[in-house]
């Protein structure tokens, strides 16, 4: 297929010359530039928000009296962007990421307003959780307009943007959050976001219609088949099936091979080729042809997803209410997450089978530990250490950089031959970093090993996270590409939902919602170290556990 056609060979000689232009651009080319730059600063604006949530949340439990249930706030997020996910993995490949993406963006700026007005910790929590169902929606549209509107060999560029976006939230979302909270409350370091998202939604929108909007093979504006660095620019013919539609044998979870196609493992039902369409079955003189039935949501899907976020709630209720009638929700929670997990990820996944299952689980492994570790940085670094909310929240500044360093440097052509042994290092990185931090528990430690020690951890994020969102794509194929950006996505909100709650269980059962009552001035000598390292120390063996996981990417 032209589409599919291995690099080298060259475009058509009828080629138009806007395609050939397109083929040698970059993301920042004359053809990429206005999608390239809204869909960078819509993940800008979901970058200030997770800086400044990390720096106004010590004081916001505070005031709304909800320590307690500190890593309640952030779980609740993760939670319903599962359900969300699994949404917008379905709407993008039935009808393109343009719906999900702009009905996400306003879900996430309602749930800001609403966290930003709360007057108890329960509708806090309640506007954390409509912001995570729109963070899920635009997460994923966003990993289906990568995978439709940018060749393979752009991909990697422009997940590096990704991560590059960080750095100016890190530097300045924390300094900037502290002192509005400090100067104005902390209520305005929320409802002053939602007016950010209006640049972005005009720059993306009119090039996310024109270039990856429609379902796959939908007709024009349906977004072309990607995957080839040079796509085929002749027209379809007899011979030649048009380059809008995929033949349905390419494996919805396939393998690259040595031309950038993919080799599967799992193909589905061919659909009719060329010859055999001009040849169809008689049918009675009587008999018209039906025509073929629009694609629906899936229910089974969209039902698991359901369970899988009721489920996860239900675990993290009970982690955060340990008593014996906490046995009851835990385990409704359990039979509800077991059977959906089971069928939303990838087969094998929780094994480790190598290929994109193993590449799912990584995902989940390296985000929830991580993310797990550093929602409690700044708490500890208040309520232990007596840091302002601001100083506490720029101790983690230097991360955005990091992260941004670690993502440039898996985008570099000359290191795809190693992308597996990097990726290995990455979690290296982080569990050293994570086993770190709550050294400054001592108060001989400096408070500035955190900050060393974070932007390693976030130098190895940045080689793991873009790494699979890279190696996802390339092993997708452009109609499951919805469909397989969810899976990751999920495993990525669905292990960080569990281990804060986890996480969250530790703390609460050592003492550690205590430590929000005491003086933030002073070191924190009356408050309680251990329901730290009960965090910390389990979140770092995980991350050693995503070190081995990165031996199982490469099938053999």
Known sequence: MGALRP????????????????????????????????????????????????????????????????????????????????????????????????????????????????????LFILGRAVQGLGGGLVIVALYVVVGRAYPERLRPSIMAGFAASWVIPSVVGPLAAGAVTEQLGWRWVFVGIPVLVVLPLALALPQIRRRASGPVGGGPGSGPDTRADVPSAAPPSASSPSTASLSASSPSTASPSADGAPSGAHPAASPPSPASASAPAPVPSSAAPSPSPSPSFDRRRIRLALGISVGAGLLQYAAQDLRWLSVVPAAVGVALLVPAVLGLLPRGAYRAVRGLPSVVLLRGVAAGSFISAESFVPLMLVTQRGLSPTLAGFSLAAGGGAWALGSWVQARARVEPYRERLMTTGMVVVAAAIVTVPSVLIETVPVWTVAVAWAFGCFGMGLVISSTSVLLLKLSAPEEAGTNSAALQISDGLSNALLLAAGGAAFAALGGGAAGHTATTASGSGSHPAAFVAVFLPMAAVALLGAWVTTRLRER
Not at 35 to 52: D, K, P
């Open 7 to 122: 690099r080298g060979t060259g475009v058509a000689r009828d080629a138009d010359p806007v395609v050939v232009g397109e083929c040698t651009e970059g993301v920042l080319g004359r053809s990429y530039r206005a999608l390239s730059v809204g869909i960078v600063s819509v993940v800008l604006l979901i970058a200030f928000e997770a800086m400044a949530v990390g720096t106004a949340m010590p004081v916001a439990a505070r005031e709304l009296d909800g320590v307690s249930a500190y890593g309640f706030v952030f779980s609740a997020y993760f939670t319903t962007s599962l359900f969300g996910m699994v949404l917008s993995g379905q709407w993008s490949d039935l009808r393109g990421p343009l719906g999900p993406l702009t009905t996400g963006i306003a879900a996430f700026a309602a749930g800001l307003l609403l966290c930003g007005t709360a007057g108890a910790m329960w």
